[in-house]
Protein backbone atom coordinates (compact mmCIF):
# COMPACT_ATOMS: atom_id res chain seq x y z
CA UNK A 1 0.00 0.00 0.00
CA UNK A 2 1.61 3.35 -0.85
CA UNK A 3 2.84 6.08 1.77
CA UNK A 4 0.56 9.09 2.14
CA UNK A 5 0.38 12.40 4.18
CA UNK A 6 -3.48 12.86 4.48
CA UNK A 7 -4.51 16.27 6.22
CA UNK A 8 -7.60 17.48 6.31
CA UNK A 9 -8.16 21.27 7.21
CA UNK A 10 -11.66 22.30 5.57
CA UNK A 11 -14.86 22.30 7.01
CA UNK A 12 -17.48 21.50 4.16
CA UNK A 13 -21.35 22.31 4.26
CA UNK A 14 -23.55 20.81 1.85
CA UNK A 15 -27.20 21.45 1.18
CA UNK A 16 -29.84 23.53 -0.73
CA UNK A 17 -29.89 27.18 0.53
CA UNK A 18 -26.43 26.89 2.51
CA UNK A 19 -25.37 30.36 0.98
CA UNK A 20 -27.65 31.69 3.58
CA UNK A 21 -25.50 30.83 6.29
CA UNK A 22 -22.21 32.43 4.70
CA UNK A 23 -22.64 35.71 7.15
CA UNK A 24 -22.52 32.95 10.19
CA UNK A 25 -20.13 31.10 8.89
CA UNK A 26 -18.28 33.86 8.35
CA UNK A 27 -18.02 35.37 11.87
CA UNK A 28 -16.86 32.00 13.01
CA UNK A 29 -13.26 31.67 11.16
CA UNK A 30 -13.84 34.65 12.67
CA UNK A 31 -13.42 37.74 10.23
CA UNK A 32 -15.68 41.26 10.01
CA UNK A 33 -14.58 43.00 7.15
CA UNK A 34 -14.33 40.49 4.59
CA UNK A 35 -13.17 40.97 0.67
CA UNK A 36 -15.36 39.00 -1.69
CA UNK A 37 -13.68 37.48 -4.88
CA UNK A 38 -16.35 36.99 -7.59
CA UNK A 39 -17.04 37.85 -11.75
CA UNK A 40 -19.78 39.67 -13.21
CA UNK A 41 -21.59 37.03 -14.27
CA UNK A 42 -22.09 36.00 -10.61
CA UNK A 43 -23.58 38.95 -10.12
CA UNK A 44 -25.81 39.37 -12.70
CA UNK A 45 -26.94 35.56 -11.32
CA UNK A 46 -27.89 37.30 -8.34
CA UNK A 47 -25.74 34.91 -5.59
CA UNK A 48 -24.06 37.75 -4.86
CA UNK A 49 -26.42 39.79 -3.78
CA UNK A 50 -28.06 37.02 -1.93
CA UNK A 51 -24.47 36.12 -0.15
CA UNK A 52 -24.02 40.24 0.63
CA UNK A 53 -27.76 39.69 2.66
CA UNK A 54 -26.32 36.62 4.68
CA UNK A 55 -22.94 38.90 5.34
CA UNK A 56 -24.92 41.98 6.42
CA UNK A 57 -27.12 39.72 8.68
CA UNK A 58 -24.28 38.37 10.81
CA UNK A 59 -22.54 42.31 10.99
CA UNK A 60 -20.15 41.41 8.11
CA UNK A 61 -19.33 44.34 6.25
CA UNK A 62 -17.66 43.21 2.80
CA UNK A 63 -16.52 45.30 -0.33
CA UNK A 64 -16.63 43.03 -3.63
CA UNK A 65 -14.14 43.00 -6.05
CA UNK A 66 -15.48 41.44 -9.00
CA UNK A 67 -13.06 42.02 -12.04
CA UNK A 68 -12.26 38.46 -12.67
CA UNK A 69 -12.00 36.13 -16.07
CA UNK A 70 -11.92 32.57 -17.13
CA UNK A 71 -8.16 31.84 -16.58
CA UNK A 72 -7.30 34.35 -14.54
CA UNK A 73 -3.49 36.09 -15.09
CA UNK A 74 -1.10 37.63 -12.78
CA UNK A 75 -2.26 41.04 -13.64
CA UNK A 76 -6.25 40.24 -12.39
CA UNK A 77 -4.42 38.78 -9.57
CA UNK A 78 -2.52 41.90 -8.59
CA UNK A 79 -5.40 43.83 -9.61
CA UNK A 80 -6.91 42.32 -6.71
CA UNK A 81 -4.49 42.87 -4.22
CA UNK A 82 -4.07 46.44 -5.33
CA UNK A 83 -8.63 47.01 -4.25
CA UNK A 84 -7.79 44.78 -1.15
CA UNK A 85 -4.74 46.64 -0.04
CA UNK A 86 -6.72 50.09 -0.96
CA UNK A 87 -9.14 49.25 1.15
CA UNK A 88 -7.41 48.26 4.30
CA UNK A 89 -8.16 46.12 7.55
CA UNK A 90 -9.86 43.16 5.47
CA UNK A 91 -9.63 40.08 7.82
CA UNK A 92 -10.91 37.10 5.50
CA UNK A 93 -11.07 36.53 1.96
CA UNK A 94 -14.72 34.71 0.51
CA UNK A 95 -14.39 32.97 -3.21
CA UNK A 96 -17.84 32.72 -5.05
CA UNK A 97 -18.21 31.59 -8.45
CA UNK A 98 -16.19 28.93 -10.71
CA UNK A 99 -12.96 28.26 -10.76
CA UNK A 100 -11.68 31.38 -12.05
CA UNK A 101 -13.28 33.40 -9.14
CA UNK A 102 -11.64 30.59 -6.61
CA UNK A 103 -8.69 30.07 -8.19
CA UNK A 104 -8.24 34.66 -7.94
CA UNK A 105 -9.05 35.09 -4.57
CA UNK A 106 -6.41 32.40 -3.32
CA UNK A 107 -3.82 34.34 -5.68
CA UNK A 108 -4.97 37.43 -3.53
CA UNK A 109 -4.67 35.80 -0.18
CA UNK A 110 -1.02 35.35 -1.18
CA UNK A 111 0.06 38.54 -1.86
CA UNK A 112 -1.95 40.30 -0.14
CA UNK A 113 -0.30 38.41 2.95
CA UNK A 114 2.88 37.35 2.00
CA UNK A 115 3.73 40.26 -0.88
CA UNK A 116 5.56 39.86 -4.11
CA UNK A 117 4.49 38.27 -7.09
CA UNK A 118 2.44 34.80 -8.44
CA UNK A 119 5.73 33.58 -10.09
CA UNK A 120 7.21 33.73 -6.48
CA UNK A 121 4.77 31.17 -4.81
CA UNK A 122 4.69 28.70 -7.98
CA UNK A 123 5.35 24.87 -6.85
CA UNK A 124 4.38 24.04 -3.11
CA UNK A 125 4.58 25.77 0.55
CA UNK A 126 6.25 29.20 -0.40
CA UNK A 127 4.82 31.26 1.64
CA UNK A 128 6.55 32.01 4.59
CA UNK A 129 3.86 33.98 6.28
CA UNK A 130 0.11 33.24 8.27
CA UNK A 131 -2.66 33.61 5.16
CA UNK A 132 -6.01 35.08 5.98
CA UNK A 133 -8.71 32.58 7.06
CA UNK A 134 -11.15 32.20 3.22
CA UNK A 135 -14.61 30.41 2.76
CA UNK A 136 -14.59 28.60 -1.11
CA UNK A 137 -18.66 29.12 -2.63
CA UNK A 138 -18.65 26.90 -5.56
CA UNK A 139 -21.48 28.03 -8.49
CA UNK A 140 -20.00 25.38 -10.63
CA UNK A 141 -19.86 21.55 -10.66
CA UNK A 142 -16.70 21.28 -12.03
CA UNK A 143 -12.70 22.37 -10.98
CA UNK A 144 -13.13 21.43 -7.79
CA UNK A 145 -11.05 24.53 -6.48
CA UNK A 146 -12.85 24.83 -3.10
CA UNK A 147 -11.18 21.73 -2.03
CA UNK A 148 -7.45 22.35 -3.16
CA UNK A 149 -4.39 24.17 -1.63
CA UNK A 150 -3.56 25.29 -5.19
CA UNK A 151 -4.51 28.63 -7.05
CA UNK A 152 -4.18 27.99 -11.45
CA UNK A 153 -3.05 31.14 -12.31
CA UNK A 154 -1.56 32.22 -15.82
CA UNK A 155 1.59 34.18 -16.70
CA UNK A 156 0.02 37.69 -18.16
CA UNK A 157 2.71 37.60 -20.90
CA UNK A 158 3.15 33.67 -22.20
CA UNK A 159 -0.40 32.67 -20.34
CA UNK A 160 1.40 29.00 -19.12
CA UNK A 161 -0.91 28.23 -16.22
CA UNK A 162 1.45 28.25 -12.74
CA UNK A 163 0.26 26.06 -9.76
CA UNK A 164 0.84 27.93 -6.62
CA UNK A 165 -0.11 25.69 -3.41
CA UNK A 166 0.12 26.12 -0.08
CA UNK A 167 -1.91 24.47 3.21
CA UNK A 168 -2.03 28.22 4.32
CA UNK A 169 -3.87 29.29 1.28
CA UNK A 170 -6.89 26.20 1.73
CA UNK A 171 -10.53 27.74 2.24
CA UNK A 172 -11.37 27.36 5.72
CA UNK A 173 -14.67 26.46 5.14
CA UNK A 174 -16.35 25.60 1.94
CA UNK A 175 -19.90 25.83 1.01
CA UNK A 176 -21.79 23.86 -1.24
CA UNK A 177 -25.51 25.41 -2.47
CA UNK A 178 -26.69 23.05 -5.34
CA UNK A 179 -29.42 25.61 -5.93
CA UNK A 180 -26.04 28.01 -7.07
CA UNK A 181 -25.33 25.80 -10.12
CA UNK A 182 -28.37 25.74 -11.84
CA UNK A 183 -28.14 29.11 -13.09
CA UNK A 184 -25.16 28.08 -15.03
CA UNK A 185 -25.61 28.47 -19.19
CA UNK A 186 -25.84 25.05 -20.84
CA UNK A 187 -22.39 25.85 -21.92
CA UNK A 188 -20.78 26.24 -19.23
CA UNK A 189 -22.78 23.11 -17.16
CA UNK A 190 -21.15 20.90 -19.97
CA UNK A 191 -18.08 22.12 -20.05
CA UNK A 192 -17.10 22.43 -15.72
CA UNK A 193 -18.65 18.81 -15.99
CA UNK A 194 -16.05 16.98 -18.79
CA UNK A 195 -13.98 18.80 -16.40
CA UNK A 196 -14.82 17.32 -13.06
CA UNK A 197 -15.25 13.90 -15.00
CA UNK A 198 -11.52 14.40 -16.29
CA UNK A 199 -10.35 15.17 -12.57
CA UNK A 200 -11.61 11.94 -11.11
CA UNK A 201 -10.34 9.48 -13.91
CA UNK A 202 -6.61 11.32 -13.99
CA UNK A 203 -6.36 11.74 -10.22
CA UNK A 204 -7.55 7.70 -9.74
CA UNK A 205 -4.38 6.44 -11.84
CA UNK A 206 -1.57 9.47 -11.30
CA UNK A 207 1.67 8.19 -9.94
CA UNK A 208 0.84 10.12 -6.54
CA UNK A 209 -2.27 7.75 -6.40
CA UNK A 210 -3.12 6.72 -2.99
CA UNK A 211 -5.95 4.78 -0.94
CA UNK A 212 -7.47 8.48 -0.15
CA UNK A 213 -6.78 9.84 -2.96
CA UNK A 214 -8.33 6.58 -4.67
CA UNK A 215 -11.41 6.63 -2.36
CA UNK A 216 -12.44 10.26 -3.49
CA UNK A 217 -11.60 9.53 -6.72
CA UNK A 218 -13.49 6.77 -7.52
CA UNK A 219 -16.89 7.70 -6.06
CA UNK A 220 -16.40 11.53 -7.33
CA UNK A 221 -16.73 9.31 -10.73
CA UNK A 222 -19.82 7.29 -9.55
CA UNK A 223 -21.45 10.49 -8.76
CA UNK A 224 -20.43 12.54 -11.95
CA UNK A 225 -21.01 9.79 -14.37
CA UNK A 226 -24.46 8.91 -13.11
CA UNK A 227 -25.83 12.35 -13.16
CA UNK A 228 -24.05 14.33 -15.74
CA UNK A 229 -26.64 13.40 -18.56
CA UNK A 230 -29.02 14.05 -16.08
CA UNK A 231 -27.76 17.79 -15.34
CA UNK A 232 -27.56 18.88 -18.99
CA UNK A 233 -31.22 17.56 -20.09
CA UNK A 234 -33.04 18.61 -16.29
CA UNK A 235 -31.45 21.73 -15.80
CA UNK A 236 -33.61 22.39 -12.89
CA UNK A 237 -33.03 18.90 -10.84
CA UNK A 238 -31.44 19.69 -7.56
CA UNK A 239 -30.86 16.36 -6.20
CA UNK A 240 -28.55 15.51 -9.59
CA UNK A 241 -26.79 19.02 -9.00
CA UNK A 242 -26.60 17.67 -5.60
CA UNK A 243 -24.70 15.09 -6.16
CA UNK A 244 -22.95 16.73 -9.04
CA UNK A 245 -21.11 19.55 -7.06
CA UNK A 246 -20.37 17.02 -4.76
CA UNK A 247 -18.83 15.12 -7.43
CA UNK A 248 -16.70 17.89 -8.15
CA UNK A 249 -15.73 18.47 -5.27
CA UNK A 250 -14.32 14.84 -4.12
CA UNK A 251 -12.82 15.26 -7.59
CA UNK A 252 -10.42 18.48 -6.13
CA UNK A 253 -9.78 17.01 -2.95
CA UNK A 254 -8.51 13.66 -4.99
CA UNK A 255 -6.02 16.43 -7.09
CA UNK A 256 -5.24 17.79 -4.20
CA UNK A 257 -4.04 14.15 -2.77
CA UNK A 258 -3.03 12.78 -5.89
CA UNK A 259 -2.40 15.45 -8.75
CA UNK A 260 -3.49 15.00 -12.67
CA UNK A 261 -1.85 13.35 -15.97
CA UNK A 262 -1.41 13.58 -19.02
CA UNK A 263 -4.84 15.13 -20.21
CA UNK A 264 -4.13 18.38 -18.48
CA UNK A 265 -0.58 18.41 -20.02
CA UNK A 266 -2.00 18.48 -23.60
CA UNK A 267 -4.75 20.61 -22.68
CA UNK A 268 -3.20 23.64 -21.32
CA UNK A 269 -1.24 24.34 -24.43
CA UNK A 270 -4.55 24.34 -26.41
CA UNK A 271 -6.05 26.93 -24.05
CA UNK A 272 -2.83 29.27 -23.58
CA UNK A 273 -2.36 28.82 -27.73
CA UNK A 274 -5.72 29.02 -29.18
CA UNK A 275 -8.15 30.05 -26.59
CA UNK A 276 -9.66 26.99 -26.50
CA UNK A 277 -12.00 26.59 -23.50
CA UNK A 278 -10.29 24.56 -20.50
CA UNK A 279 -13.12 21.71 -19.88
CA UNK A 280 -13.34 21.46 -24.11
CA UNK A 281 -9.38 21.03 -24.35
CA UNK A 282 -9.50 18.22 -21.44
CA UNK A 283 -12.26 16.64 -22.83
CA UNK A 284 -11.24 16.13 -26.30
CA UNK A 285 -7.77 15.15 -24.93
CA UNK A 286 -8.67 12.49 -22.28
CA UNK A 287 -10.22 9.38 -24.49
CA UNK A 288 -6.64 9.55 -26.35
CA UNK A 289 -4.29 9.92 -23.12
CA UNK A 290 -6.96 6.67 -21.63
CA UNK A 291 -6.22 4.76 -24.31
CA UNK A 292 -2.29 5.41 -23.97
CA UNK A 293 -1.96 4.80 -20.20
CA UNK A 294 -4.21 1.48 -20.52
CA UNK A 295 -0.61 -0.08 -20.86
CA UNK A 296 0.13 0.39 -17.79
CA UNK A 297 -3.09 1.32 -15.71
CA UNK A 298 -5.29 -0.99 -17.73
CA UNK A 299 -6.51 -2.63 -14.36
CA UNK A 300 -7.60 0.69 -12.52
CA UNK A 301 -9.89 1.73 -15.45
CA UNK A 302 -11.30 -1.67 -14.77
CA UNK A 303 -12.15 -0.89 -11.35
CA UNK A 304 -13.78 2.50 -12.94
CA UNK A 305 -15.79 0.40 -15.18
CA UNK A 306 -16.97 -1.74 -12.36
CA UNK A 307 -17.55 1.33 -10.76
CA UNK A 308 -19.88 3.19 -12.57
CA UNK A 309 -22.02 -0.34 -13.06
CA UNK A 310 -21.15 -0.29 -16.90
CA UNK A 311 -22.47 -3.22 -18.73
CA UNK A 312 -20.08 -5.49 -19.95
CA UNK A 313 -20.22 -6.12 -23.63
CA UNK A 314 -18.88 -9.00 -25.58
CA UNK A 315 -15.56 -8.60 -27.15
CA UNK A 316 -14.94 -5.21 -25.96
CA UNK A 317 -12.03 -4.28 -22.82
CA UNK A 318 -12.65 -2.46 -19.79
CA UNK A 319 -11.00 0.18 -21.23
CA UNK A 320 -13.11 0.30 -24.47
CA UNK A 321 -15.99 0.58 -22.29
CA UNK A 322 -14.33 3.35 -20.68
CA UNK A 323 -13.74 5.27 -23.46
CA UNK A 324 -17.06 4.68 -24.99
CA UNK A 325 -18.73 6.16 -21.49
CA UNK A 326 -16.35 9.26 -21.56
CA UNK A 327 -17.19 9.64 -25.34
CA UNK A 328 -21.12 9.50 -24.85
CA UNK A 329 -20.73 11.85 -21.77
CA UNK A 330 -18.50 14.39 -24.24
CA UNK A 331 -21.51 13.81 -26.85
CA UNK A 332 -24.21 14.52 -24.67
CA UNK A 333 -22.38 17.69 -23.70
CA UNK A 334 -22.08 18.43 -27.62
CA UNK A 335 -18.46 18.95 -27.43
CA UNK A 336 -16.05 18.47 -29.86
CA UNK A 337 -13.87 15.08 -30.75
CA UNK A 338 -10.84 15.74 -32.96
CA UNK A 339 -8.52 18.82 -32.82
CA UNK A 340 -9.22 19.38 -36.85
CA UNK A 341 -12.44 20.62 -35.83
CA UNK A 342 -11.27 23.64 -33.63
CA UNK A 343 -9.01 24.63 -36.34
CA UNK A 344 -5.70 23.85 -35.34
CA UNK A 345 -3.13 23.31 -38.06
CA UNK A 346 -1.37 19.57 -38.06
CA UNK A 347 2.14 21.21 -38.32
CA UNK A 348 1.58 22.96 -34.61
CA UNK A 349 1.01 19.71 -33.44
CA UNK A 350 5.02 19.17 -32.49
CA UNK A 351 4.89 22.86 -30.59
CA UNK A 352 2.28 21.58 -28.53
CA UNK A 353 3.84 18.34 -27.67
CA UNK A 354 6.92 20.18 -26.88
CA UNK A 355 4.83 22.90 -24.60
CA UNK A 356 3.03 19.67 -23.02
CA UNK A 357 6.59 18.34 -21.82
CA UNK A 358 6.70 21.07 -19.77
CA UNK A 359 3.73 21.15 -17.65
CA UNK A 360 3.74 19.74 -14.47
CA UNK A 361 0.73 17.65 -14.38
CA UNK A 362 2.31 15.26 -17.03
CA UNK A 363 5.17 14.29 -14.19
CA UNK A 364 2.23 12.23 -12.34
CA UNK A 365 1.13 10.67 -15.81
CA UNK A 366 1.24 6.60 -14.90
CA UNK A 367 3.06 5.71 -18.02
CA UNK A 368 5.77 7.87 -19.06
CA UNK A 369 5.43 11.07 -21.11
CA UNK A 370 8.08 12.77 -23.23
CA UNK A 371 7.76 14.94 -26.58
CA UNK A 372 7.37 12.19 -28.67
CA UNK A 373 4.50 10.22 -27.09
CA UNK A 374 2.46 13.48 -26.58
CA UNK A 375 2.98 14.36 -30.15
CA UNK A 376 1.63 11.01 -30.59
CA UNK A 377 -1.41 11.53 -28.22
CA UNK A 378 -1.77 14.69 -30.21
CA UNK A 379 -1.97 13.02 -33.67
CA UNK A 380 -4.71 10.55 -32.63
CA UNK A 381 -6.56 13.15 -31.15
CA UNK A 382 -6.41 15.16 -34.49
Given at each position: ?????????????????????????????????????????????????????????????????????????????????????????????????????????????????????MEDYWGSGKA??????????????????????????????????????????????????????????????????????????????????????????????????????????????????????????????????????????????????????????VGLMLPHVIR???????????????????????????????????????????????????????????????????????????????????????????
Open positions: MPSFDFQPTTRVVFGENALERLGELTRSLPAKRVLLVTDPGIIRAGHVTRALGSLEAAGVEAQVFHDVVENPTTRHVEAGREFAQDLGGIDGIIGLGGGSAMDCAKGINFLLTNGGRVKPMLPSIGVPTTAGTGSEGQSYALISQEETHRKMACGDIKARFRIVILDPLLTQSVPDEVAAVTGIDAISHALESFVSTRRNTVSQMFAREAWHLLEANFETILEERQNTTAWGQMLLGAHLAGLAIENAMLGAAHACANPLTANYGVTHGVAFNSAAVGGLYAELVRAAGLNDTEGESDVDMLIYRVNRLKAAARLPERLQTLNIPRADLPRLAREAAEQWTGRFNPREVSVGELLGIYEEAY
